[in-house]
C-alpha cells in the first residue's frame, strides 16, 4: 500500500513537470513571434526614415541646380535684336572683309569685346588679333551708330594652307564679361556670295571707326 502511494505521487509529479515545461515553450514561442514583429517593425520604420532622407537629398540638389542656371548679365550690350549686322568688301588691305553692327535700337549700347566669328559649320570660333583691343572697355553706340570689325579671312602669302570657300558667316556678340550673348547670331550675306578662309581667319575688336578697324 505504501509503495502504491508512492508511484502513484511520482507519477503526479512527472505529470505536473511536464505540463510546467510545455507552458514554457508556449511562452517562449509567443515571445519569438513578438520579437520578430518588433524587429520588422523597427526595419521598415529604418527604411521609411533612409527614403524619406534620400527624397530630401533629392530636392535639395534639385534646387542647388536650379541656382546655378542663373542669367547673363547683359548690362548695356548691343543685344541681338537690336543691332544690324552687315559684311562689305573692301579693296585694301586684301583677303579682308568689314562687319559693321549699327545700334537700330531706341536707346545707347556698348559693343564688347570682338564678335564672336563661325564660318558654315565650324565648331569652334576664329582667332582675335590681340593687339586691336582698344583701351576702352568697347564703343559705346548712340541710337544709328554703328561700331566696325576687320575679318582677316586668309593669309595674304598663302601661309595657312589652301584654305575653303565658306558660303556662311555667323557673328555672335560679347556681354560686358566677355560671355556669348544669348539669342541667334547675326548671318550677314556675305560679299560675293562666298569667302575664302584658312587656318589663319581671325577678327579685330570692334572700332568706332572703319579706319580703325582696317589697320590690322
Known amino acids: 500500500m505504501h509503495n502504491r502511494t508512492l508511484r502513484t505521487a511520482a507519477a503526479a509529479l512527472t505529470a505536473a513537470a511536464a505540463l510546467t515545461l510545455t507552458a514554457c515553450g508556449g511562452d517562449g514561442g509567443s515571445d519569438d513571434k513578438a520579437k520578430d514583429k518588433a ?3 523597427t526595419a521598415q520604420e529604418q527604411a521609411d526614415t533612409a527614403g524619406d532622407s534620400t527624397d530630401a537629398t533629392d530636392a535639395t540638389d534639385t534646387t542647388d541646380g536650379g541656382a546655378d542656371d542663373k542669367p547673363q548679365d ?11 549686322v552687315e559684311a562689305k568688301a573692301v579693296k585694301s588691305p586684301v583677303n579682308h572683309v568689314l562687319l559693321t553692327a549699327t545700334n537700330t535700337g531706341k536707346s545707347p549700347c556698348t559693343a564688347y569685346g570682338f564678335p564672336f566669328l563661325r564660318f558654315d559649320q565650324d565648331q569652334a570660333t576664329a582667332g582675335v588679333v590681340e593687339e586691336s583691343k582698344p583701351k576702352a572697355g568697347g564703343v559705346k553706340l548712340a541710337p544709328g551708330k554703328a561700331a566696325h570689325a576687320a575679318v582677316i579671312a586668309s593669309a595674304a602669302d598663302g601661309s595657312a594652307g589652301a584654305g575653303r570657300e565658306a558660303g556662311q558667316l555667323s557673328v555672335t556678340l560679347q556681354t560686358p564679361g566677355g560671355d556669348p550673348l544669348p539669342g541667334e547670331a547675326a548671318q550677314p550675306a556675305l560679299p560675293g556670295g562666298a ?22
Open 195 to 216: 569667302l575664302h578662309v584658312d587656318d589663319s581667319a581671325r577678327t579685330t575688336y570692334w572700332q568706332d571707326t572703319e579706319a580703325a578697324a582696317l589697320k590690322w
Open 39 to 41: 524587429d520588422t517593425a
Open 74 to 84: 547683359t548690362g548695356d550690350a548691343c543685344l541681338p535684336g537690336t543691332v544690324k
